[in-house]
């Protein structure tokens, strides 16, 4: 005998109304309620309202048992919304009646008021609420147990689903039977050897909507759970999937539903990370559980149609969950409960970051000029992507001079809602939400270009995915995180050399050629382009993968699919539309901005980030910076910026206080000095520093004479300026100042004294100057200034034993020698730490420039304790932001990256590869006609008759132009601007110079002969 066979207990209203009197001392008006197996009424008294429930008498007493035992836990720990267990009057927790004289337990519990959620409005946030609800009793179980919780044979426990595999033979239909037989093998495999790993606690198990009650006065709120009457012990997750199967029924948009109701649970009982992968899949093996009990008794009872009319939402719903991805359900599970989508998504990302990669295109597209191709009208007139006449307008938007070698790249974003996407293949069963948001990046580029692997990796799939505004060609490679952990690349919109190229299990090499950009006719349908993109798994897909999510599912579909930029590493403007492009700024900067203050380039260039020895322009195109000496350990240093973020966050201040951070930074500077130069004074900029120096020179010498080299530059302010031929000597110039004495600037290539054994020739012409100072003054005392090595002269390397001969005969008639150090200095010119090394020199004073701040406003004066002591001559010298702690901090950083990284060996190594390079080129090119340089200190002189060498200004601005077009920023010096001058920041290395040289062979190629 059992309770599903014996018949229900049936008394009348009166005699139910006597019954509770009588037992429970109740007196009220008795409501029938419905019942499967029991008999159960609502008895409304004046002090509230009760269910009155009898068993049948089949029901095992132990489980009436259990269900008190459990109410009376739950009111124990303050578990709102139960129904509360109401004692008999002799005090138990029931009393026997007899039901066709066989003995029924009655019981008596309190009425949970509301409206049934089969009755109430459904919304996400009631289920929001609902999960929640149901975490609160899931967590209010965690410790209760019961004998009579055991029940291995009960049919509805979810552990034990597995005995009913053989009910699936009852299921009528043949498709749905295959379907529940399909869902038994995959449980049998795939989730019944997990079920060991997770928690169990006693469950209610029977979540359904006519058992969750609703508040009345606000529907989306839960009032309370009632008819515990399949209670059993199993795994503890089992109650949110019990609960996820009963919401799901019915629901319009499965992937919402499910979201907000397993969100609601995890917020107040975490799940765990197996629970959340096995969530969805116990989810449907209750929905089996459902179809094969109604089966069974379906055949055993085929006069009650009800029991098939009752499986049919059911089945619905199994239905529609076939046809959605098995594996992206999964995920979505994962993700409201609080964890990746994709098991190590973070991981990939974080490989990505950081391993090194292989340009996918010839030219790297970091390098590319380019165009960003938002599809959300902002860029006006562009037609669709696969309207025919986007070549034409894309050919059109090609700058005007981009050498015709060079790609025009535009570039499509990833995590873009898209309009265009709106063919059937891009819905699915579980929501009417179109799948509309961008999974990966277009590169748009001519057919025909090739595709190179960016990474190892082995062929997973090549495929023609034929359907209209698919991917065509396909490509699929599948890689390795360094812990071994699988991804995927996918390589769309191919051409049909792919099949030739690549063949599944095939071994792919980073930089291996893997496709071509397919045309029209093969990709799809589009504007020729490659759709790249990357995928932590594949779901259950094969051959092809989701291009696109749904947009209310970005977080799922951003862990299952990643930022494609990891492989290409774009910057962010490579995907925005500037709203101020260059043309408009130079026009608002030349209102407020005097003209005097130049600007680079015909064609000029809005630079707004830097990184290492590239900056970046308004279009995100890298350009790779050969002049810029004063970033001298690379753009935005990460250690150097933090160094100054966080001193700029505590303290800045003018130098009247004392701050250890200052004399520290002296002590290192000058530690790296020889002799006796031991004296430091901080200041701003290097022309700050030379004024510094001069007036240090002209105070203990007492006078103001001054000998410069010829086209020497020291500053641009007055007193700078008038020691300047640089400036003084050119246009809007003005008559060397007498007290300025020109000495011959010593190139051995082009001067009037050549070869490597000139200096002491040029040298000798220093007795010139000092005479005619003598003459003067009637002393031949002066401060000789003069850079250690030239660099608006023309990246000379002055001759051997140069500055020995001049300071002999500076020292000699009592004069003061300056070495200037802005560009040359800080190990630039490789195992010398400073240029005047390199003349086995000493000088007096030195003066540092912008670079020991990296660009930040620093500089400084290194001199003797004897002069630093006559310059102390009761003139008070006061800087008010020279040597401020944040500049200081920002110096301490400089000379950290510069030991750590060892930039001086580096650029030792780079420089010579650079010059070597240089010199073949020279083999091919005559007119190059000298190479010369130390370290990362380097002129490459332009001529256009070797024997004459005569300069090629033309030809060096050519150049220069060519190199902004083919994205190098290079630069002239010398006095007929004919010298190539490269002076990179010292993280330029072998990768970098390799660039530049094929890059210079380039635009030499466009000379016109």
Known sequence: MTAFTTGNPAFSPEDLAALAAQHFGKRGTIRPLPSERDQNARLVCDDGDYVLKIANPAEDPGQIDLQNATMLHLARVGQPGIPRVVPTLTGADRASVSVGSQPAAMRLVTWIGGTPLAEAPRSLEQLANLGRFMAGLTRSMQGFGHPQAFRPDFPWSLDHVIQLKDHAEDIADPTRRDLVKRLFTRYETQILPHLPKLRASVLHQDANDWNVITDAADQTRIAGLIDFGDMCHGRTVNELAITLAYALLDTPDLYAATRALITGFAAEFPLTEDEADLVFDLMRMRLVCSVCLSSRQSKLHPENDYLLISQAPAFALLERLERIDPAFMIALCRKAAGFEAVPGAGEVAADLATRDLHPILALDPRRAARIALPTDGSRAGMPAFSDPAFDGWMQAQRPTGLPEDLPFLGFGLYGEKRSVYTAAQFADAASEERRTRHLGIDIFAPAGMAIHAPMDGTVESVTYNADPLDYGHTLILRHETAKGRPFFTLYGHLGGSLPGLCQPGQTIRAGELIA?????????????????????????????????????????????????????????????????????????????????????????????????????????????????????????????????????????????????????????????????????????????????????????????????????????????????????????????????????????????????????????????????????????????????????????????????????????????????????????????????????????????????????????????PDLAAKFANGMEYFNSFGGNPVSMAVGHAVLDVIEAEDLPARAVTTGEALMQGYRDLARRHPIIGDVRGMGLFIGVELVSDRDTRTPAPEAADHVVDTFRLRGILASTDGPDDNVLKIKPPLVFGPAEAAILLTETEAALATLPN
């Open 516 to 864: 071509h950009l397919g045309d029209w006719h093969e990709n799809g349908g589009w504007a020729p382009h490659l759709h790249l993109q990357v995928i932590t798994s594949l779901l259950t897909q094969q051959g092809n993968f989701f291009g696109v999510g749904h947009d209310s599912l970005w977080e799922v579909w951003a862990d299952i699919s990643p930022d494609a930029n990891l492989l290409l590493r774009l910057e962010p403007e490579s995907f925005q539309i500037e709203p101020e492009p260059p043309e408009t700024l130079l026009a608002r900067r030349q209102q407020v901005i005097g003209r005097s203050l130049s600007v680079s380039y015909r064609e000029k260039l809005k630079i707004v980030r830097g990184r290492g020895p590239w900056l970046i322009d308004h279009s995100g195109r890298r350009y790779l910076d050969t002049v810029n000496n004063i970033t001298h350990v690379g753009h935005c240093h990460p250690h150097v910026v933090e160094a100054l973020a966080r001193q700029a966050a505590e303290l800045n201040t003018n130098t009247r206080y004392l701050h250890g951070a200052m004399p520290r930074l002296a002590e290192r500077i000058a530690a790296t000095m020889p002799g006796d130069l031991k004296v430091v004074t901080f200041v701003n900029s290097g022309t700050e520093a030379n004024e510094l120096a001069l007036r240090i020179a002209r105070t203990a010498l007492g006078k103001k004479d001054t000998v410069v080299l010829d086209w020497a530059y020291h500053g641009n302010s007055g007193g700078t300026v008038e020691i300047s031929p640089y400036k003084f000597k050119r246009k809007g110039g003005f008559p060397q100042p007498d007290f300025v004495q020109i000495a011959t600037f010593p190139d051995p290539y082009r001067g009037p004294h050549r070869g490597a054994d000139s200096g002491p020739t040029y040298a000798a012409d220093i007795d010139r100057c000092l005479d005619a100072i003598e003459a003067r003054t009637g002393s031949g005392a002066a401060t000789f200034i003069a850079e250690s090595l030239s660099g608006v002269g023309g990246q000379v390397i002055l001759p051997k034993d140069y500055l020995a001969g001049v300071y002999a005969r500076i020292r000699a008639r009592g004069g003061i020698c300056i070495a200037d150090e802005v560009q040359c200095g800080f190990g630039r010119v490789g195992p010398a730490f400073w240029g005047f090394a390199t003349q086995d020199v000493t000088p007096d004073i030195v003066v540092l420039g912008k670079p020991i701040g990296n660009g930040h406003p620093l500089a400084a004066v290194v001199t003797t």
